[in-house]
């Protein structure tokens, strides 16, 4: 970029389309005493890491509410918890050897993601197994990548598990705190409406448990999602954030309804043509091609003005016509037979050549009767 050439942005144009702490990422993924290479591709980058982390910390935290402030100092760990523990240790060191050598943030910041990526299948894996992740190991982990973040700066200082609910970095933990025990209250009750409602079979009741997720509650900046098998999931998000996560979602849905729309309307079509063609009269089925045929006469003769057609070679070597020994069911009197040499290797007519001359008939039986 350039001022002369006038192809560079301003910090100010940066913040009206990504928000400071995906530019705070976007300058943590390059060395500090790099060139950075400021497009789209950067962008990208750092919006689907900040996405990566959020997802996680509110997954952290969600975990953490519902399994209460238990004491798992004494809870026997499994063999998934000791194989996530010795990645973290290994992770951590990782970490550290990176901001060693010369503050490498890029590394850094890698191996924080591969860390939370294990992290998430851990949680996928306990669930699977029908057991709770272990709640000390998971806080730590959070505990650990919030620490991380907040010396790169990306969060601020006052901040507990994860990211404030504001983008541009303003705390709102008080907020949280306040609108948690009435959301978590909405959240059961919902979850208790949704079982008898299915048990009942009222699809209309599911239809306003459905509209309460989708509609109200990101309006407010909460975001429920539907786990089966498991309590209802509650994620205290930036409501501009959940507005455009809707809005996107439903412009997928619009594009996916078009595409099926488009989908049938050609399957419609290719029928219109099939059922078309089957009430077309066999005297006019040939006269329909005239780049097969060259000419026809009274009764339908077609000669061919190419040697192929339907992927079976129909003039057979003996001259430009349809030869009737190439079919079982075309065989010439006298001979019954009496097969070409190219139906004995094995080629065949496709069915829809054999249907358009059984479709022609007599007028197909003499063509090899007659001369060309």
């Not at 760990?77 to 050598?101: I, P, Q, R, T």
């Not at 998000?237 to 989908?263: H, P, S």
């Not at 009430?279 to 000669?303: A, G, H």
């Amino acid at each position: 970029m350039s001022k002369s050439l006038k192809n560079f942005i301003t910090i100010k144009e940066a913040l009206g389309r990504y928000t400071s702490r995906q530019l705070r990422f976007a300058f943590l993924l390059h060395a500090w005493n790099a060139t950075l290479d400021y497009g789209t591709n950067t962008m990208q980058e750092a919006e689907q890491i900040e996405k990566l982390f959020n997802e996680f910390f509110l997954t952290a935290k969600n975990l953490l509410r519902y399994q209460g402030a238990e004491n798992e100092a004494f809870v026997k760990w499994g063999s998934l918890d000791k194989d996530l523990n010795a990645k973290f240790l290994s992770k951590k060191s990782l970490v550290h050897e990176a901001l060693c050598d010369s503050i490498d943030t890029a590394s850094a910041l890698n191996e924080m993601r591969d860390l939370v990526k294990e992290t998430n299948i851990y949680i996928g894996s306990c669930r699977q197994a029908s057991r709770d992740p272990n709640q000390s190991l998971i806080k730590s982990i959070a505990n650990y990548a919030t620490n991380l973040l907040k010396i790169f700066g990306v969060i601020p200082d006052d901040s507990t598990i994860g990211f404030p609910l504001s983008a541009t970095g303003s705390t709102s933990a008080g907020m949280e705190a306040v609108a948690e025990p009435f959301v978590t209250a909405l959240a059961r009750f919902r979850d208790d409406v949704r079982i008898v409602a299915r048990k009942e079979k009222v699809r209309d009741i599911l239809d306003v448990c459905d509209s309460l997720r989708d509609d109200v509650l990101p309006e407010l900046g909460v975001r429920l999602e539907d786990i089966e098998g498991q309590p209802t999931a509650i994620k205290f998000v930036d409501k501009e954030v959940l507005l455009r996560e809707r809005k996107r979602e439903r412009e997928l849905a619009e594009e996916k309804r078009k595409a099926k729309e488009e989908a049938r309307r050609v399957q419609s079509e290719k029928q219109a043509a099939k059922e078309a063609l089957k009430r077309i009269p066999p005297s006019e089925l040939f006269r329909r091609e005239p780049d097969k045929y060259s000419q026809f006469d009274e009764q339908v003769k077609s000669r061919f003005s190419s040697r192929t057609w339907g992927g079976f070679d129909w003039n057979c070597g003996r001259g430009k016509h349809v030869h009737s020994k190439c079919f079982p069911f075309f065989r010439p009197k006298g001979n019954p037979d009496a097969r070409c040499s190219r139906y004995k290797s094995g080629r065949r007519p496709t069915q829809e050549a054999t249907e358009a001359v059984r479709a022609a008939g007599e007028g197909v039986r003499r063509m090899d009767r007659e001369p060309t």
